[in-house]
Structure formats: C-alpha cells, structure tokens
C-alpha cells in the first residue's frame, strides 16, 4: 500500500495527541508526519511510532506534500490555517466549529456521508461531539422509520473543554482553587456550555440543532437540545427524545440500531446493562441503550448514548475519515 504524509495541527492538545494514537492504533499508512503547535511548545518533542518528532511552527509553504492534514488547534487557526493546508494540496479534516456550517465544506460521520465529500471542497468538517454520537442513532431510525422532530438532553464530560476543564475538575476534586468553570464542577452539574444567545439557547445547543439537520440532510427538521457539564472526565451521555413518522416496536428499534455500523446496543436495564461513561472511555463505539416508548407522542421513542468524546467525538471521527478517503482511493 502506498504511503501518504500526514500533517497534524495542534499535536500537543488534548484531541491531537488523540489523533496521534488513533492513527497508530488505526495503522494507517504514514510514510511521514509533520507536528505543528502553537508557539509556546514549537521545538518540543512528541512520540509516535516510537520516534520523536520535534513540533513544528505553521508558516507557508509547511503544508505543501502533504496528503492529509488534520486539525485541532481552535478555530482562528482552522480559519487562516485550513485554507493554506488546501491550497497547497492537503486534504484537510478540521475539529473546530469554524468550518462546519460553510455550504462549501462536507460535514462528515463515516458510518453516515462519507459521499458528501465528493460534491465539496477539500476542507471537511468533523462535527461537534455531542452531535456525532446522536446522529449515528437518529440516522439508524431514520432510515427505518423517519424523523419528525428530536430533542436533546446531554450530560457532557469536561474532557470536552480540553485541558482546561479537565484540570478544573482534578483541582476541584483535591480542593484547589479553580476557576476555569463559573461553579466547582466536582461538586455539580452546569447547565451551561459556550456562550448564550439572547434567545435563552448556548451555542453548544444551536451547533448540535444546525449540525444534525446538515448531517441528515434534513433543513427543515425540527431540533432542539439543552447541554449539561457534568463532573465526569471522558465520554459524554446524550438523551434522545424522537417522534417518528412510522409506527414501530422496541424490539425493531433495538434490531435496527444494533445492526447500524459503528453503535453497540446494550438495553437489559433490569440487569444493570445500559450505556456508561466508563464502558464507552477509550474505544470508537456508540453505546445506546434505555430504549423504550416515549408515553407523551405518537410514535415516540426515548434512548440514551454514550461515546468517548475525546475518541469518537473528536480525533477517531476525523482519522476515521480519512482511513475512508484512503480506502476509496486504494479501491479505486
């Protein structure tokens, strides 16, 4: 198999020494790689496959030869940054939120619209993590048995505020002073993720509506979310409230989402058998289970998920897009 150069940006952060260890994990064919960070860890060194690799300082002309180039450096550097990427000839998978609602750029699950990449430029966007993991099984259903409305309900782990939240809660836990979270996140959980908006609705909320209608390719779908911190490190839950347009049993939807690439269903809840956040920490999969009718609406059905949100919520999501690109072009 032919080998490709990979770039990475943000190689230090939280979600790019993820992306490091996916890719080796994944095997994917790297004949070489080239590590960039922000200019306070530029001349450091990170390990993968063994070998030290020094961290790089983007500037123009770093991407050219490059086949594949992944980010997660935030979102002013996925702006300036990704286009040059492009334009000197990468393939770019960007984690920030910058580029995901642009009409030019795919916003990708694999399991779900890998094809959309073909119609759109060469700058794809990985989704948020919360709507990753709900949009794999609100895709099963609806391919099953279609979509009238969702609503969203997460409890997020504060590894989805990168380093910082997850040394607010270390600090909070062992009785340091913190501040990075407006209450003690050991303590509580916080209704708040990003900025508000005047309408009452955070930006973390609005992505996870906009973003599922894109994925789905529904515009007109009707979305709503409230997202939780909750003192928890990794792998974030997520409760799914949908009406569906087609009558249906438990038993079919849990038949559907268990055979649905990429989720594992565990719903014997009398058992003790349900999604957690430590069964999901550290592996790809999308747990769901607490299957069941919703008694308040025709046709709806009630679920609980569970995923790693540094892992398929983040870096496996975007490396897994590219280990795709890589086949289809082995295949072709």
């Known amino acids: 198999m032919k080998k490709y150069t990979f770039a990475v940006v943000g190689a230090s952060g939280l979600v790019g020494r993820t992306f490091l260890k996916v890719i080796e994990e994944y095997d994917l064919p790297?004949?070489?790689?080239?590590?960039?960070a922000s200019s306070?860890?530029?001349?450091?060194?990170?390990?993968?496959?063994?070998?030290?690799?020094?961290?790089?300082?983007?500037?123009?002309?770093?991407?050219?030869?490059?086949?594949?180039?992944?980010?997660?450096?935030?979102?002013?550097?996925?702006?300036?940054?990704?286009?040059?990427?492009?334009?000197?000839?990468?393939i770019v998978v960007d984690n920030s939120s910058f580029w995901r609602m642009d009409d030019t750029c795919a916003l990708v699950i694999p399991e779900i619209?890998?094809?959309?990449?073909?119609?759109?430029?060469?700058?794809?966007?990985?989704?948020?993590?919360?709507?990753?993991?709900?949009?794999?099984?609100?895709?099963?259903?609806?391919?099953?048995?279609?979509?009238?409305r969702v609503n969203y309900s997460t409890y997020q782990a504060v590894s989805g505020s990168g380093k910082k939240g997850l040394n607010d809660w270390e600090g909070a836990i062992k009785g340091q002073p913190t501040g990075f979270y407006p209450y003690d996140i050991s303590h509580t959980c916080i209704p708040e993720i990003?900025?508000?908006f005047d309408d009452g609705y955070s930006k973390e909320e609005m992505k996870m509506v906009e973003e599922t209608r894109k994925i789905l390719h529904l515009p007109n779908l009707p979305v709503s979310a409230t997202c939780i911190r909750v003192p928890v490190p990794v792998a974030h839950g997520v409760v799914i409230k949908a009406e569906l347009?087609?009558?249906?049993?438990?038993?079919?939807?849990?038949?559907?989402?268990?055979?649905?690439?990429?989720?594992?269903?565990?719903?014997?809840?009398k058992n003790h058998i349900y999604p957690?956040?430590?069964?999901?920490?550290?592996?790809?999969?999308?747990?769901?289970?607490?299957?069941?009718?919703?008694?308040?609406?025709?046709?709806?059905?009630?679920?609980?998920c569970v995923a790693d949100n540094v892992r398929k919520g983040a870096a496996a999501n975007a490396v897994q897009i590219v280990k795709k690109l890589i086949e289809e072009k082995e295949n072709a």
């Not at 790297?30 to 960039?36: A, N, S, T």
């Not at 070998?51 to 300036?80: M, N, Q, T, W």
């Not at 069964?279 to 609406?297: C, M, P, T």
């Open 245 to 269: 347009k087609k009558e249906f049993t438990v038993e079919e939807a849990r038949k559907v989402l268990a055979a649905y690439p990429g989720i594992k269903v565990l719903d014997d809840p």
């Open 40 to 90: 306070k860890s530029v001349g450091k060194t990170i390990t993968f496959k063994g070998e030290e690799h020094i961290l790089r300082e983007l500037k123009e002309g770093c991407f050219l030869g490059v086949d594949y180039a992944l980010f997660s450096a935030g979102a002013a550097a996925s702006k300036e940054w990704g286009p040059v990427a492009e334009k000197e000839g990468a």
């Open 30 to 36: 790297v004949g070489e790689i080239r590590l960039f």
């Open 276 to 304: 957690t956040s430590t069964i999901a920490a550290g592996n790809d999969l999308v747990y769901v289970g607490r299957i069941r009718k919703d008694l308040s609406v025709e046709n709806g059905i009630l679920l609980y």
């Open 113 to 148: 619209n890998i094809d959309d990449i073909k119609s759109k430029r060469k700058l794809v966007a990985n989704p948020n993590c919360s709507t990753i993991q709900s949009v794999l099984p609100l895709k099963a259903l609806e391919d099953a048995f279609g979509l009238v």
């Open 194 to 196: 990003d900025v508000f």
